[in-house]
């Protein structure tokens, strides 16, 4: 079992609509999660992180974690197709890792206009 | 403005060749990553390093190795091609000890093996 798991997709939704893409994962020693967004053939950047749990929003993303249930999640308000990537989530425990991100496989967005 | 900058963005080689990914960051990180990235596959971790002539296996080091004899440089070396190496190979950096351990990506090298 892959200590991340994301479902791959592809999601395909019309503009206007709301997103939601999750990540399940298995080590309780993850504290810190984050999601990068993909543009096609360009490297991951990093679109929010969240320490523990609770929600974090920024704009029309919003981050939520539930720790005691190893899940979190990212929603996207009002999608744009400028919000066609690929989304990874991705989370790390900090200490004992060497600074060592686990990264889920991916979910590709497609928002069409 | 940060930067991770990969020696090449596309690339063809020989199978049996023995092939350099360059990677170099300008934000004086200490950890250093090499990724492949496969259709399906998500991210794959290949090597990190988490100081100058320092190196760790991530999940899949086989057929590769590493390099790190400078704090900015890392270098991922296919010692014999082969096709199956064909893939996105993506370079990453973070800092050690504060913050979220965010890491910054390169814009990724595309190498065929052929």
């Known amino acids: 079992q892959k200590e991340v798991e994301q479902d791959p997709g592809p999601l395909s939704v019309p503009e206007g609509a709301i997103v939601s893409l999750n990540c399940t994962y298995s080590?309780?020693?993850?504290?810190?999660f984050m999601w990068y967004r993909q543009y096609s053939r360009k490297g991951p950047e990093l679109l929010m992180y969240?320490?523990?749990?609770g929600n974090k929003e920024d704009g029309r993303f919003t981050a939520q974690v539930d720790k005691s249930s190893k899940y979190i999640s990212l929603f996207i308000r009002d999608s744009q197709p400028s919000d066609s990537a690929t989304y990874l989530c991705a989370m790390t425990d900090r200490g004992s890792t060497l600074g060592r991100l686990y990264f889920g496989r991916g979910t590709q967005l497609t928002v069409w206009p | 403005d940060v930067k991770v900058t990969q020696s090449s963005r596309y690339l063809v080689k020989r199978t049996g060749e023995k092939v350099f990914l360059e990677c170099v960051q300008d934000?004086?990180?200490?950890?250093m990553f090499w990724y492949r990235q496969d259709p399906g596959l998500g991210l794959r971790l290949i090597y990190f390093s988490y100081d100058v002539k320092m190196k760790e296996k991530g999940d899949i080091p086989e057929g590769y190795s590493v390099s790190r004899e400078k704090k900015e440089r890392f270098s991922l070396i296919l010692e014999s091609a082969s096709t199956n190496q064909t893939s996105m190979y993506l370079c990453?950096?973070?800092?050690?000890?504060?913050?979220?351990?965010?890491?910054?990506f390169g814009q990724g090298t595309r190498l065929t093996v052929v």
């Open positions: 990453a950096s973070s800092p050690r000890l504060h913050g979220t351990n965010e890491a910054f």
């Open positions: 969240t320490y523990s749990s």
């Open positions: 080590n309780s020693a993850f504290q810190y």
């Open positions: 934000m004086d990180h200490e950890n």
